[in-house]
């Protein structure tokens, strides 16, 4: 039998039944409708001033209240599909716990992260620092301006960590001196920078793992524009031009070629109070995928969005609505995760949203040269009584409150129980 041209084409190539990326999603996205105006008021995109475009402030502000809860409907049934695909985490390999957004907290700072210690329990423990700690700033909320942080410096001694992401919007609140001075106190506690004049690679048990951090821009503009640092600045809010990943690629391929195993890209990036990444940050996660990153660990939103697995170079796996497939050059295959928020690690008494008093360690099992070969989840939230906000495991605040009690519910059902802790 003569097997017709077409034929002979699929039976030599495996990606033959593949679209092209730009054809399914998160490329093509169904449009969300009811979105009103407030929940799309995102500063991150750079277009507004936030206290001078008065009406993108107001709409901003209540979006910060009541949260954007819901998305596209093929975001949605993406998500759905993929709850149930995420492989629970197996002993065996090495293991990174990482957790969100670490805040100021108004007080209470060295006993934070006492309660969940435990939970933190990975061969390498990673997390973002959301606010400067300088021993010569103030830290009084509002002391250094409206929506700028100063903690303790003893709020580091507290923390279950390992490597600190120091590149955040928050990070010149106390402007060069401030930052200069975090970095100082996180170096002298032994703890790991990464994303500040330079990124983090670090020795686990003989394998090497580069850390490597960004951020999509300052909320002071001006000291950006003149601080001495390289912040590893990446514009990844900007929806109306292609972002640059370019930089990043760069930094992956550097740890590469410098022995790196396994890559980690932790970028401070998302719309704030959204529950759910938009289309765009998972386009931009598929691309840092591409570049070579095993894991792509997000922060910046303040509540917990849901994860994703990605199959690279696996031609079986189609791409689409409740798949992540990528094809790269290399041939190679491997297994990537994208986690676009973690949540916040701590968190001020005044919010009052369990949303975004609550957040995730997340935990994933790594291998190298196969990348990511499992993954865990565990609930924490910050309470409301005592000094400052403690952290407790989430589970543990449901049993005796109701408003927690749903909490829990909620997230579970969010992230999915199949790859839960």
Known sequence: MILSPWLLLIACDPYAAWPEPEEVFPWVVAPEEGVEAWQLARVETETWRPLEDLEPTGQYVRKSFELKPGASPDVLAHHEAMRSALPRLEGGDLRLSLVGDVMWTGGGWATLAVGVADLVDGDLRVGNLETPTSPHHPTGLGDLGL????????????????????????????????????????????????????????????????LLAYT????????????????????????????????????????????????????????????????????????????????????????VQPAELCHVNRPEVVPGIGTCALRTDDGLPRTAALLPSLGNFGASPSLARPELRAGIVAHVGLRAGEGVTGLAWEGVVSLREGEGAPLVPLDQAAQDDADQAAEAERLAAHLGTGWRR
């Open 147 to 210: 929506y700028a942080f100063n903690a303790d410096p003893s709020l580091l001694d507290s923390l279950p960590l390992d490597v600190l992401q120091l590149t955040n919007n928050h990070t010149l609140d106390a402007g060069d001196g401030g930052l200069e001075a975090t970095i100082a106190e996180v170096e002298a506690r032994g703890l790991v920078p990464t994303g500040v004049d330079g990124q983090a690679t670090v020795d686990v048990d003989g394998v090497r793992v580069a």
């Open 216 to 303: 999509w821009g300052m909320n002071d503009r001006e000291a950006l524009a003149t601080t001495p640092h390289d912040l590893h600045v990446v514009p990844f809010g900007h929806l109306d031009a292609s972002v640059d990943l370019q930089p990043v690629a760069d930094d992956i391929a550097a740890a590469r070629s410098e022995g790196a195993e396994i890559v980690v890209v932790l970028p401070h990036w998302g719309f704030e109070y959204e529950l759910f990444a938009d289309p765009h940050f998972l386009r931009l996660g598929r691309r840092l995928i591409e570049a070579g990153a095993d894991l792509v660990a997000g922060q910046g939103p303040h509540v």
